[in-house]
């Protein structure tokens, strides 16, 4: 008999450690079953109303990373590096349309993690 309960003990055990080594939400809260465990990513929603396909890059001070191309009249939605997203940095984006000699890019905002950027590419 001590021994069954002894090992029902340490069965138990077993179950309750990963119980108690769960890990915690970034935001210091406690952390529910099913939520993540890697912070929000920053994205941008680009609603090309051009018929020219772009390509859109993210552009932290002489930093100009790639995003991706968004064909003409449509949307996509990208995700932006977590490097360059939070702790007071600002970022501009460009569009920059294929064939074209102008690629005009956005003032600067300041994007946190979680944060959607909503972007329009005017008619051409």
Do not use: K
């Not at 939400?25 to 772009?54: L, M």
């Not at 009249?73 to 000699?101: K, N």
């Not at 102008?102 to 005017?122: F, K, L």
Request: with cysteine.
């Amino acid at each position: 008999m001590y021994d069954r309960s002894r090992a029902l003990v340490a069965l138990l055990a077993l179950f309750l450690l990963p119980a108690c080594a769960a890990p915690r939400a970034s935001g210091g809260g406690a952390w529910e079953p099913g939520q993540s465990t890697q912070e929000p990513r920053a994205t941008i929603r680009v609603e090309n109303r051009s018929w020219n396909e772009v390509t859109v890059y993210a552009i932290r001070s002489t930093q100009r990373v790639r995003l991706g191309n968004v064909s003409g009249v449509s949307t996509r939605t990208f995700t932006i590096p977590q490097g360059m997203v939070g702790l007071g940095a600002t970022l501009r984006f460009q569009a920059d349309p294929l064939g074209s000699d102008r690629a005009p890019i956005s003032q600067e905002i300041h994007v946190s993690p979680g944060d959607q950027v909503q972007m329009y590419v005017p008619p051409s």
